[in-house]
């Protein structure tokens, strides 16, 4: 019989199951897929904060959100239209973001009793036998057994042959949606290359899975998402963290320095470590401290020695480096801190996203001890702030701290990347072994019309120098306790970084008029979810334009005269209002705080009404 | 390091008044240090002190190297990432019993098992003297401080033990009052490749005065303490007719009437064994039995060192993938075109 094509301009999948039924990896295989087709996309995992959770309960379940798109999208994408669930659990836990008429792909076998016992089905109940799905279409397949019968003749065993049957899930939709098995074969054939008959069972239930679609009459019409008109270039795939780290290597080496980067492990910002490690041939000098306060001591040591001192942490180990990242402001050196936020307080969330350490970045020291900030908004967006960064620290002498989240971290989405020779070089203002001398004498504290001192390094003759968490004199650096010293020093640390705003671009409006009633002003990962609330918005005529700062401290110097263009301010946050504050404080102008404290990123529905109400 | 350059003390003398109390045991580490690095002849420009927070942590700022002064405990990881980025320099880590053992105990044991070839001097007062006088972790127990009227309930760290537990690869104690053994000392540790541990017995003679007198003091020191000399057999007491023998794992006092030298523990500082029964020879109680407090090179071994491990590393992965360029990473290894 033949089979029908019909046209969709976005879908967004998401892949559910047990935390150890690889659905992480069926979702980013499926996503490369859609890449390679030219989609735009946006992709967002959600995992438990347990490694392996007990099997088949709600708390158990892995998800991995996936939004592809004919059209530039800024979000994994608001409601569910296809839920991949392959149990009970994987159901309960992710239903209420499918939307009404979507579709169910439901593993049947993962609804048995024991299942459906576990998923806490009350009176075994079964929601693929009651009226629980009326409201959307079932695709009911026996993965688990269908699995089995392909590789009935492998030799492996029931437990091996269980691990293969994502495999099915990811070809039956490669079938729905009218893509080639090519990229995930390739994939296949080079991760078991050693493995031969683990390779070729993968390869079978690829293979059952889609042939499944293409031969069962049920199935009648595939769809198709044509390619997104992004502009022309070659793109690569990227998520947050990895961007991270690749900013974080291509930047110092701009500076001309190696990178040193301390950090203990920590959800999530550990996958910055693991990329990092993985490019000792870049010089790249990765040091798994003992605990977070030795991972910033050590960067801030390899700093001192004349490399570039980075550490990474979220918000539990931000807060135990805090006394450190004192000393590097005082001590007036480059030091990178990057903070991949989850949720908190204390241990909080770890899995989930967050932007609740904002006012931590900005104050969470002892002493007057101003810290810039810089934040990404996405996660390709994760490579040229982290530049901004590195840039900021090492030509003002400053620490610097770049704050992403657990959203932008993970997610991922294609990337036009740059040459390596037009991203710009950053020059450290180092002293010099004569010329820096003042009638035979070193002055470390000395400053330029930045207030920016001289980086001296160990190894640099005639300008031996000590410093240290004391207060120092203002050109020698020696231990000052003199009263009006003291004030000068904190003054000219915090005009020292205020400056900053004269180094930095000024603040733009990312879409809408320049004047209007409403503007939605946001930072960090909410970038999408307001992007597409406020295109819409724009769509239908209304007076909205969006805002979203990369620089936190200092502002952008433009900013206060920006938001006066405007009727209202609005500032959404993942927090309970954090920036918001910042922004009355420092502009007094009545911003209004609209927040979301659940450990997920807004849907672009939820700014959306919030900004219709305003309106 | 590069070429050794002529040095004498004063040259490492910085431009600021020392500002111990008067009499306190650090001015004479802090001339014996000067000393020793005159005669190492390691460019200044090539040696960095770093410190943590207490009385002996003010060091860097009377050495004319380059100098951290940094925060509470954390000397050692400042120190391990300053040589891992900067294997050449000669890092010097300045601390003191609580500094290293109480809030930074965790740094320490960690530097020690990662032998980054630094050197460690533990000013061991057994008091907290910058707070005014609380105990510390060495301070032995049932002392009497402004934060124990009633007498300290803690058990104390043995330096040595801990460093031996913690497999350091150099591991020595002496005295502030023994400058000639000090000098000594320090010159091993400065000698050694690896991280030297040097515990050094230091009187606070504001808070916790006479501390190590038994074993400083002329009338006491022949009787109560040993010198440990390599190959040498363990041979002390004013008349040195005393010796030390084991007895099995048993180290005992003997008479060198009733002994031969030949019948001694013959001091073997690349025994580890040995090594952790002269650590243990540490509290109150063995004294009574007459065992003297050692002093010396209790144990020191050729370990490899972690910026070595490091940097071998890094060649290796760019002798198999050859130096890195940053288009290719920027690339990685799937892209796609769009027209």
């Known amino acids: 019989m033949t089979k029908t094509t019909e046209k969709k301009k976005d879908v967004t999948i998401l892949f559910a199951g047990d935390s150890g039924d690889g659905m992480q990896l069926t979702g980013s295989l499926f996503t490369n897929t859609n890449a390679l087709y030219g989609n735009d996309i946006s992709t967002f995992p959600n995992f438990p904060a347990e490694i392996r959770a007990p099997q088949g309960t709600v708390a158990g379940v892995s998800g991995f959100k996936l939004h592809f798109a004919s059209m530039d999208i800024f979000t994994p994408g608001d409601d569910v239209e296809v839920l991949v669930a392959m149990n009970a659990a994987a159901l309960k836990a992710n239903l209420s973001q499918?939307?009404?008429?979507?579709?169910?792909?439901?593993?049947?076998?993962?609804?048995?009793?024991?299942?459906?016992?576990?998923?806490?089905?009350?009176?075994?109940?079964?929601?693929?036998?009651?009226d629980t799905l009326d409201k959307f279409r079932v695709i009911e397949i026996d993965v688990t057994k269908m699995t089995k019968e392909a590789l009935v003749n492998s030799g492996l065993g029931s437990k091996e042959i269980d691990r293969c049957k994502n495999m099915y899930v990811l070809g039956f939709l490669l079938w729905m949606y009218n893509r080639s098995m090519d990229t995930t074969r390739k994939f296949i054939e080079e991760k078991f290359a050693n493995k031969e008959v683990i390779k070729d069972a993968n390869l079978a239930v690829l293979k059952a899975g889609y042939y499944f679609g293409d031969t069962n009459e049920t199935f009648t019409s595939r769809y198709e998402v044509e390619s997104a008109h992004l502009p022309p270039g070659e793109y690569r795939s990227i998520m947050g963290n990895q961007a991270t780290a690749l900013g974080a290597i291509v930047a110092t080496k701009k500076a001309g320095l190696d990178l040193f980067y301390g950090s203990y492990p920590i959800t999530p910002a550990s996958d910055i470590l693991h990329e990092l490690a993985r490019h000792k041939n870049y010089g790249v000098k990765t040091f798994q401290a003992e605990d977070e306060i030795a991972a910033v001591c050590a960067a801030i040591g390899a700093s001192y020695g004349g490399a570039l001192g980075v550490t990474a942490s979220s918000g539990p180990g931000i807060a135990l480096k805090g006394e450190a990242i004192g000393?590097?402001?005082?001590?007036?050196?480059?030091?990178?801190?990057?903070?991949?936020?989850?949720?908190?307080?204390?241990?909080?969330?770890?899995?989930?996203t967050e932007q609740s350490d904002l006012m931590q970045a900005m104050y969470g020291r002892n002493g007057e001890a101003p810290l810039v900030i810089v934040s990404a908004s996405n996660p390709s967006d994760c490579f040229e702030a982290i530049s901004e960064?590195?840039?900021?620290?090492?030509?003002?002498?400053?620490?610097?701290?770049?704050?992403?989240?657990?959203?932008?971290?993970?997610?991922?989405?294609?990337?036009?990347?740059?040459?390596?020779?037009?991203?710009?070089?950053?020059?450290?203002?180092?002293?010099?072994?004569?010329?820096?001398?003042?009638?035979?004498?070193?002055?470390p504290y000395k400053r330029n019309a930045d207030l920016v001192r001289e980086w001296a390094i160990p190894g640099m003759e005639n300008l031996q120098h000590r410093v240290g968490g004391l207060e120092k004199d203002h050109e020698t650096g020696n231990v000052s306790y003199d009263p009006?010293?003291?004030?000068?020093?904190?003054?000219?640390?915090?005009?020292?970084?205020?400056?900053?705003?004269?180094?930095?671009p000024l603040q733009t409006i990312a879409q809408g008029e320049d004047s209007g009633k409403v503007l939605i002003l946001?930072?960090?990962s909410t970038y999408g979810a307001i992007r597409t609330a406020v295109r819409s918005l724009i769509a239908t005529g209304?007076?909205?334009?969006?805002?979203?700062?990369?620089?936190?401290n200092p502002f952008p110097k433009n900013l206060g005269d920006l938001m006066e263009g405007f009727e209202k301010v609005i500032i959404p946050e993942i927090n309970n209002g954090q920036l918001v504050h910042l922004i009355n404080a420092k502009y007094g102008i009545g911003a209004k705080s609209f927040t979301k404290i659940q450990g997920m990123p807004f849907t672009s529905k939820e700014i959306q009404e919030h900004i219709i109400q305003a309106l | 390091m590069a070429e050794a350059t002529t040095y004498t003390a004063k040259d490492f003398v910085s431009d600021q008044d020392v500002r111990w109390c008067p009499g306190c045991g650090d001015y004479s580490i802090l001339k014996q240090m000067q000393s020793t690095m005159a005669e190492a002849g390691i460019p200044k420009k090539d040696i960095v002190f770093v410190s943590g927070i207490g009385c002996s942590s003010r060091f860097p700022y009377y050495m004319d190297t380059y100098g951290i002064h940094s925060i509470h405990g954390r000397a050692t990881a400042m120190a391990s990432g300053l040589k891992a980025a900067r294997p050449d320099l000669s890092v010097w880590i300045i601390t003191g019993d609580g500094d290293a053992l109480s809030i930074g105990g965790n740094h320490l044991i960690h530097l020690l098992r990662r032998n980054f070839d630094v050197n460690i001097?533990?000013?061991?007062?057994?008091?907290?003297?910058?707070?005014k006088g609380q105990y510390s972790p060495t301070s032995p127990k049932g002392q009497v401080t402004k934060s124990t009227p009633m007498g300290s309930l803690d058990h104390p760290f043995n330096p040595q033990a801990l460093a031996l537990?913690?497999?350091?690869?150099?591991v020595a104690r002496t005295m502030d009052r023994d400058p000639k053994h000090m000098r000594e000392i320090l010159a091993g540790a400065n000698a050694h490749k690896g991280t030297s541990l040097v515990e050094i017995y230091q009187n606070c003679n504001v808070f916790n005065d006479g501390a190590f007198a038994v074993f400083t003091d002329k009338s006491s020191k022949a009787e109560s303490t040993i010198t440990l000399s390599e190959g040498q057999p363990m041979v002390f007491g004013a008349e040195e007719d005393k010796g030390i023998r084991l007895n099995g794992m048993n180290p005992e006092v003997v008479s060198l009437n009733d002994f031969s030298k030949e019948d001694l523990w013959i001091h073997d500082s690349s025994d580890r064994m040995k090594a952790t029964i002269l650590s243990r020879i540490f509290d109150n109680d063995a004294l009574a039995g007459g065992l003297p407090r050692p002093f010396g090179i209790f144990y020191q071994e050729d370990r490899a060192c972690y910026e070595d491990s490091m940097q071998e590393q890094l060649d290796k992965a760019v002798s198999v993938k050859g130096e890195g360029d940053l288009d290719m990473l920027i690339r990685g290894s799937h892209t796609w075109v769009v027209d």
Do not use: C
């Open chain 1, 98 to 130: 499918l939307k009404v008429g979507g579709t169910v792909i439901a593993n049947t076998s993962g609804f048995d009793k024991k299942n459906l016992r576990l998923a806490k089905y009350e009176d075994e109940s079964n929601p693929l036998l009651d």
């Open chain 1, 327 to 352: 000393l590097a402001i005082t001590l007036e050196i480059p030091l990178l801190i990057i903070n991949v936020q989850r949720g908190g307080p204390s241990t909080g969330l770890p899995t989930k």
């Open chain 1, 389 to 443: 960064a590195v840039r900021l620290t090492v030509e003002h002498m400053t620490p610097v701290m770049f704050l992403s989240d657990g959203f932008i971290a993970n997610g991922s989405e294609p990337w036009s990347f740059p040459k390596a020779s037009e991203l710009p070089e950053i020059k450290p203002n180092y002293a010099h072994s004569e010329k820096s001398l003042h009638d035979g004498e070193y002055l």
């Open chain 1, 484 to 504: 009006e010293n003291h004030e000068l020093m904190v003054k000219v640390r915090e005009e020292k970084v205020q400056l900053i705003a004269e180094d930095i």
């Open chain 1, 522 to 524: 946001g930072w960090g």
């Open chain 1, 542 to 552: 209304e007076s909205v334009s969006q805002a979203h700062l990369r620089y936190i």
């Open chain 2, 121 to 131: 001097l533990l000013f061991n007062n057994e008091i907290y003297g910058l707070t």
């Open chain 2, 165 to 170: 537990g913690a497999d350091a690869s150099f």
